[in-house]
């Protein structure tokens, strides 16, 4: 027989973070992205038309960490570059 395994409360303070904050979201027609400022992650997901209902799902998910991203500066650096050079329309690969 199975052994029955019952769901315990968790803490306020040990809830993800994504349960603890609202996140603040911007979305394109293949990509949202969610900052929980709080938390210091960003997350970026792909979205994907799902074919049945025609409407946008969620597909795969990366998090960037706060932490990690300014502890390591050429990281950072190389985002900052990258968003900078973006938005002045300075660097197209299309």
Not at 28 to 49: E, P
């Amino acid at each position: 027989m199975a052994k029955i395994v019952r769901a315990r409360k968790v803490p306020p303070s040990f809830a993800p973070y994504w349960e603890k904050e609202e996140p603040e979201i911007a979305e394109s027609d293949r990509v949202r992205v969610s900052y929980f400022a709080k938390a210091g992650k960003l997350q970026a997901t792909l979205l994907y038309l799902d074919e049945e209902g025609g409407e946008k799902r969620p597909g795969k998910t990366v998090v960037l960490d706060r932490k990690d991203i300014t502890s390591h500066p050429e990281v950072a650096e190389l985002f900052v570059r990258a968003f900078t050079e973006w938005l002045a329309g300075g660097v197209w690969y299309d």
